[in-house]
């Protein structure tokens, strides 16, 4: 037994004084003692001498003399010395308890603590001087003057972004029938589960292109438009040239289509993607749409007289915009909804392409509109410190507590955007020259910006 309670010594100290005569113990008092509160006969016989000794003063003090923490007094980290050691000199435990010459168990306990953090370092894209120009000017022309009446019936302007309604969102993602490494949780004395493939470059993989915009509420918060344009994969019909034990030759396959190319992304735009835009935008919303991608060579250009000639049927105005180059961090694809998708499309087993695209396809279709919604609010919170950085990549993106914020109702649409901020964006911009696009936003913002 660990440390006795007050209460447990004070049991023990009646207990012999019950079993003692003339301030002797009966025979086997002690070991009676120590087998039914489970401690020694040491702690039993300490007891009974402070027992006895107190009584003669007249009371029965047996408390514990032992106060506070009396274990070996802590090794506390030299953070410091820590900080100077290279990034590839702590990356594990072990490395640091080398350099700095303790026990692991020693810096396991800094880090349970909460003295040293584990961190996974992303590899970032390399941005040019130019690409943080463009990702500010994208920033900025996200972000527009909404006028309030405050309480004493004056109007106030306020910058906020747009609530990116009018913008679809795409991108393309490889799709794995398998993980080279799973992780799974097994009951102790489980058979473990075997996974084997001649080479990881054989493991079956489709790539989909995923378009999505953000989620539009009614008045009443009802879900009015689920912003899932659709996930479609570059998958095509083939027959069986030879027969197996699986089908016999001629039989029609799916099967991946793995070269990606101009006229491949073309043929989805024109007749999966943009049909799907029309047919699920909702009636009431403006028919001018932005759809936004990455410059990625396959994609087609704005001004492609077929890709023209679909965008403006049924009195649409559907128009191609790009996003910064080296910004994946600028499409809510690549900033959280294909990371929800593979988690989830990995729960369901495929073993064959049109398993995997029914899983991918289950998987999009049950995700809840409004995790995307919050994560064009996580699009608005990375636009707002890639402004701080002055167009670069290397920050955090800071935590809103959006769930806390949805469960009060206080969740908002569009974040506000500080005024000294976008000033300071701006002058930043007409300093090094780069004032196109910019005048048409310093006309808008002028007023507001206090030139």
């Known amino acids: 037994m660990s440390n006795l309670t007050e209460k447990d010594r004070l049991d023990i100290a009646t207990f012999l004084l019950h079993k003692s005569k003339d301030g002797q113990l009966f025979r ?15 702690t039993i016989s300490t007891i009974w001498a402070r027992a006895k000794k107190s009584q003669l003063n ?5 408390k514990s003399k032992r106060y506070g923490n009396k274990n070996r007094k802590r090794i506390l980290p030299d953070l410091d010395y820590i900080k100077t050691l290279k990034f590839s000199e702590r990356s594990t ?11 692991v168990g020693t810096v396991h306990s800094w880090v349970v603590d909460g003295l040293l953090k584990p961190h996974s370092s992303p590899l970032h894209p390399l941005l040019t001087d130019l690409n943080k120009v463009n990702r500010h000017k994208f920033c900025l022309n996200s972000i527009s003057v ?3 009446v405050n309480q004493v019936n004056q109007t106030d302007s306020r910058l906020k972004f747009t609530d990116m309604s009018q913008t679809v969102h795409i991108d393309e993602k490889w799709f794995y029938l398998t993980r080279t490494n799973q992780r799974y949780r097994v009951v102790d004395g489980e058979e473990l589960p075997y996974r084997s493939c001649k080479s990881k470059r054989y493991i079956t993989k489709v790539m989909f292109m995923c378009a999505v915009s953000r989620p539009v509420y009614g008045l009443e918060g009802e879900l009015l438009f689920d912003e899932k344009i659709g996930i479609i994969p570059f998958t095509c019909k083939q027959a069986a040239k030879r027969s197996s034990k ?4 001629g039989t029609l396959e799916t099967k991946s289509i ?8 073309k043929a989805l735009f024109i007749e999966k993607i943009i049909p799907s835009i029309m047919a699920k935008w909702p009636s009431t919303s403006d028919k001018r749409i932005y759809i936004q991608k990455d410059n990625a060579k396959p994609h087609i250009t704005n001004n492609d007289p077929d890709f023209r000639k679909v965008a403006t049927e ?14 994946p961090d600028l499409n ?3 900033l959280g909804f294909f990371r929800a998708i593979q988690s989830l499309q990995s729960e369901i087993s495929a073993t064959n392409v049109e398993q995997l695209v029914a899983a991918v396809d289950k998987a999009f279709t049950e995700y809840i509109p409004m995790k995307l919604n919050k994560i064009f609010l996580t699009l608005q919170t990375v636009m707002i410190e890639i402004m701080k950085a002055k167009g670069h990549n290397n920050f955090s993106i800071p935590h809103m507590n959006k769930d806390r914020l949805l469960a009060d109702g206080r969740l908002p649409t569009n974040l506000t955007v500080d005024e000294g901020l976008v000033k300071g964006c701006i002058d930043l911009l007409l300093e090094i020259g780069e004032t196109s696009g910019i005048e048409n936003l310093m006309e808008e913002l002028g007023y507001h910006l206090d030139e």
Request: hydrophobic share 40%.
């Open 146 to 148: 909404f006028q309030t």
């Open 28 to 42: 086997g008092t002690v070991l009676e003692a120590a087998l039914k509160w489970n401690v020694h006969r040491n």
């Open 58 to 62: 007249g009371s029965l003090d047996v």
């Open 314 to 327: 049924d009195g649409f105005d559907i128009q191609l915009v790009f996003q910064p180059p080296n910004s």
């Open 332 to 334: 809510t694809n690549d």
């Open 93 to 103: 435990i072990e490395k640091i308890s080398l350099k700095v010459k303790v026990s």
């Open 246 to 249: 699986n089908r016999a030759a």
């Open 258 to 265: 793995d070269s990606i190319t101009k006229p491949v992304t």
